[in-house]
């Protein structure tokens, strides 16, 4: 008879931090960043989990920063005991699977998220690059958020837009709450923004967006594509964004995105990882 394997993952991390974008701004999770990216955007700040390591970093005692080290790959039942001790009674707010781009982990996604809600009764919130809509197929029935970049060719050096536009529909079909954000640099094109709005009020116009300037990097993967905007480019920029209509089908109804918020990396503000 053969033998079951447990499903096993290549990881980065596993801490408790404060999130610092998008909607859940302020909120304290539990992070498990996988490992490997298949985009490559230029502002990128976690391009070391681009590739897979030998092992990966588990905290000990939430928020101390007291790691342990692990082999990768990293098998479920051991991701899930890390997962438990981090999660003190009243900590957390919810779970945050992140990475790199946790959807190339899909298949172990789908057997540990079901686990993982019944352990720890917490909501479980999906960060992705929003460009594989299949394999978010394959987990949307666990996840009660979705926090989906949608890459603006002039600042990541990515364009994805028909796998957004799918990505978010099928957020919207299975009822799962999703928000948008946007790295703008001081080389974003006001007509990708423009073009953004209009993909986003298409599906839904009651999905917030966020335009969350680029925070500099120490050193830039490609020169001159990380520099921040400046005030009166965001101000315009949200401007355009609110006003932008789109002209739905033959109902000839105009819609206007609801919520274009503009948010900074508040983690970093006070030098959190
Ligand atoms: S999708 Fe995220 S992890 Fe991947 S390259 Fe872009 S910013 Fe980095």
Known sequence: MSEITEPTANLVEVFSAIQGEGLNVGTRQIFIRFAKCDLRCHFCDSDHTWELANTCRMEVTPGARDFESHSNPVALSTLLQSVERQNLAGLHE??????????????????????????????????????RPQQLSMVLPYLDWVGMDMKLPSVSGEQRWTAHAEFLRRCCDASVGVFVK??????????????????????????????????????????????????????????????????NGDS????????????????????QL
């Open 182 to 247: 946007l790295i703008v640099s001081s080389h974003t094109e006001p007509a990708e923004l423009e073009h953004s709005a209009r993909l986003v009020a298409a599906v839904n116009p009651e999905i917030p967006v966020f335009l969350q300037p680029v925070t500099p990097l120490e050193e830039p993967l490609a020169a001159g594509m990380v520099s921040p905007p400046s005030a009166e480019q965001v101000l315009t920029w949200q401007t355009l964004m609110k006003r932008t209509t789109y002209l």
């Open 252 to 271: 000839a109804e105009r819609r206007m995105l609801k919520q274009v918020r503009v948010v900074p990396q508040t983690h970093k503000m006070i030098g």
């Open 94 to 131: 919810s779970v945050s699977i992140t990475g790199g781009e946790p959807l190339l982990h899909a298949r172990f996604l789908k057997a540990f998220l079901p686990q993982l809600r019944e352990s720890t009764h917490l909501p479980i919130y999906l960060e992705t690059g929003g460009h």
